[in-house]
């Protein structure tokens, strides 16, 4: 097993498939002609909005915990998100048959902290920023005793998430670009360690809100610059990027575009409406960057790895 904060290796990433496939879904690859029209590209959706749970976040978390121990894991797994991670835990948790404790935002979607609470895990909410979230972390681990899963900061995730591009590239191989949103900084960093090693000429680039630009600032700046402002539509790319994720990042990703929350909205409906898939906001952003011609697409066979399609209904932005 891959020990802590080491970065994972292609070799990691497969032996994650191999973990996670008797659990996981195998997501589809869909296509649209109106969107090919739009972006003069051809672009292939993989949908993890048909993962588990509703979200990519089901491999990394599968992942880590299929991976540890009887003895590690017996009492029990603990974590802090704002949902898909959340989710994601505690259904890997009831699978390996041991108690999940998560810690929320009080202002995460409800329909998030529900499917948390249908999979069985006891939420503890916090505050709406990073240090509440950590700090409430710690005192339910000091209580359970429970293992931290962190939800990005750990190769076992960052290695799972790669299982994603690792699928779109067999189907695939003759893409030239793959797109992630980018938030903690976990799907990014397995993607480009995926993909890269697969096809070393391949471009990978992050996406990321305007309103939540620590990712892009890191990126530009060659250090880490935490998320200080998060105002974003986007939930799911609220949280800081990892310094894990970043080591990876900083070295192998070739850019990362920044959007506008309207863009993100006109992205996500357009899906909706021509797709007649349902998507989340924070999926939405790469699809905005390719829009907004905030990356150069044209002629080009593009992936973008959509990351659910958790949506509160009763509070949808149009």
Request: aromatic share 6%.
């Amino acid at each position: 097993m891959t020990t802590p904060l080491t970065i994972p290796t292609l070799s990691d990433i497969k032996k994650a498939h191999e973990v996670i496939k008797p659990y996981a879904r195998l997501t589809p690859v869909l296509r649209s002609e109106h969107v090919n029209k739009r972006t003069k590209a051809d672009v292939f959706f993989k949908c993890e909005n048909f993962q588990k749970v509703g979200a990519f976040k089901f491999r990394g978390a599968s992942n880590a915990v299929l991976t540890l121990s009887d003895e590690e894991a017996q009492k029990g797994v603990a974590t802090h998100s704002s949902g898909n991670h959340a989710q994601a835990l505690a259904l890997a948790a009831k699978i390996k048959g041991v108690p999940a404790y998560v810690v929320m935002p009080d202002n995460a979607p409800k329909v998030k902290v529900e499917a948390v609470k249908g999979y069985g895990a006891e939420i503890t909410f916090c505050e709406s920023n990073l240090e509440s979230r950590e700090s409430t972390l710690e005192k339910v681990v000091a209580r359970t005793g429970a293992v931290i899963i962190h939800p990005y900061n750990d190769p076992r995730i960052v290695a799972g998430q790669g299982t994603a591009a690792l699928e779109l590239l067999e189907t695939n191989p003759d893409l030239d670009i793959i797109l992630t949103p980018v938030g903690g900084g976990g799907l990014l960093s397995g993607t480009v360690l995926a993909a890269k090693s697969i096809k070393p000429k391949i471009q990978v680039i992050g996406a990321e809100p305007e309103q939540a630009d620590d990712a892009y600032k890191s990126f530009k700046a060659g250090k880490l610059i935490p998320a200080y402002s998060t105002n974003t539509i986007a939930d799911g790319l609220r949280t800081s990027l990892g310094a894990l994720p970043f080591s990876i990042i900083k070295t192998h990703v070739d850019d990362i575009a920044t959007v506008s929350e309207s863009s993100i909205i006109e992205a996500m409906r357009y899906i909706w409406e021509r797709m007649n898939i349902i998507i989340e906001p924070s999926c939405a952003v790469p699809v905005a960057a390719v829009f907004e011609g905030k990356v150069d697409v044209a002629g080009k066979k593009i992936g973008i790895i959509i990351t659910g399609g958790n949506v509160d209904l009763g509070n949808l932005p149009w």
